[in-house]
């Protein structure tokens, strides 16, 4: 997994730890959640608005999401805001974002 020269092999803690957390991002919803926070924390009124789900999904969802540190949660008054806690996982997700214009190209039939 390394592809520097003088990187270390990552651990079998450091796999695992990887491992769970392209889980976490591998659920469409979870992506959907992560759009909706990703410039401002939101309420999570405003999220179920953003993403079109039920109140009882996205909850789900930003519980695991919470627990895995992804987002962090902060309560104000009555409102509880989610907002993101990894500043990584949204740069991950711009990085792979940018080369679906490449997969879509390279997947696509080719004419004839």
């Not at 309420?43 to 608005?49: E, F, K, L, N, Y």
């Not at 962090?72 to 990085?95: A, F, H, I, S």
């Amino acid at each position: 997994m390394s592809t520097r020269k003088n990187q270390r092999p990552l651990s079998v803690e450091e796999l695992e730890f990887l491992a769970d957390r392209f889980k976490m991002l591998g659920e469409p919803m979870r992506l959907k959640i992560l759009q909706a926070v990703c410039h401002e924390p939101r309420t999570v009124t405003d999220i179920v608005t953003a993403t079109g789900s039920t109140q009882a999904n996205v909850s789900k969802h930003l519980a695991l999401l919470a627990t895995a540190g992804i987002l962090e949660r902060r309560k104000d008054g009555q409102c509880v805001y989610y907002g993101t806690k990894d500043p990584m996982v949204m740069e991950l997700c711009e990085l792979v974002r940018s080369q679906i214009p490449n997969h879509r190209r390279d997947t696509e039939p080719r004419k004839k």
